[in-house]
T-cell receptor
Framework: GENVEQHPSTLSVQEGDSAVIKCTYS??????FPWYKQELGKRPQLIID?????GEKKDQRIAVTLNKTAKHFSLHITETQPEDSAVYFC?????????FGTGTSLTVIP | DTGVSQNPRHKITKRGQNVTFRCDPI?????LYWYRQTLGQGPEFLTY????????KSRLLSDRFSAERPKGSFSTLEIQRTEQGDSAMYLC???????????????FGEGSWLTVV
């Protein structure tokens, strides 16, 4: 089955700086890669996603890049704000179940 | 659209008891997923349904776990003879498999926290 690895597990940045979280996957059949943000005690919420026919997608301060050859994808958050502090999960999907990374706890220091 | 709804939100039970969680997906979503999440970990896949058919079950799903989606709408997840290791948050998610633009996207409920004492 698919194996998704996520790094780093924790990340602290100063407010206004950028944050980058990286994930790798193993199954070349995976074709959809969403990113979720989860605040303490809350549900994971989709923040951005990318499909395998696209190399990059941007939504305001958030962007995701995908390298199919290397089987890795990354989340980029620019101009970080304290409200960006949360746990972020990447996932890979082949069209059936989703496989999640172990999460990155992001802390934005005011 | 009221989102994915789960209940109960919290359940404390004694070891050996049975518990049941209910999930109401987003209206007309044909796929429904169950995941388990423990502190510091990502969601772990348990099982998923396409309408009323249970299409896949994880090896994590021991025979003490059973899930149903009898009419292709709401789903229940039952854990029999609970063990302390079952303590976790049980997340339900749903998706509309046949919408081309967002068919893969899954939307999570708030989760049901289980504590086995």
């Amino acid at each position: 089955g698919e194996n998704v690895e996520q790094h780093p597990s924790t990340l602290s940045v100063q407010e206004g700086d950028s944050a980058v979280i990286k994930c790798t996957y193993s199954d070349s059949a995976s074709n959809y890669f969403p990113w979720y943000k989860q605040e303490l005690g809350k549900r994971p919420q989709l923040i951005i996603d990318i499909r395998s026919n696209v190399g990059e997608k941007k939504d305001q301060r958030i962007a995701v890049t995908l390298n199919k050859t290397a089987k890795h994808f990354s989340l980029h958050i620019t101009e970080t704000q304290p409200e960006d502090s949360a746990v972020y999960f990447c996932a890979a999907n082949t069209g059936n179940q989703f496989y999640f990374g172990t999460g990155t706890s992001l802390t934005v220091i005011p | 659209d009221t989102g994915v709804s789960q209940n109960p939100r919290h359940k404390i039970t004694k070891r050996g008891q049975n518990v049941t969680f209910r999930c109401d997906p987003i209206s007309e979503h044909n796929r429904l997923y169950w995941y388990r999440q423990t502190l510091g970990q990502g969601p772990e896949f348990l099982t998923y349904f396409q309408n009323e058919a249970q299409l896949e079950k994880s090896r994590l799903l021991s025979d003490r776990f059973s899930a149903e989606r009898p009419k292709g709408s709401f789903s229940t997840l039952e854990i029999q003879r609970t063990e302390q290791g079952d303590s976790a948050m049980y997340l339900c998610a749903s998706s509309d498999r046949f919408r081309a633009s967002s068919g893969n996207t899954i939307y999570f409920g708030e989760g049901s926290w289980l504590t086995v004492v």
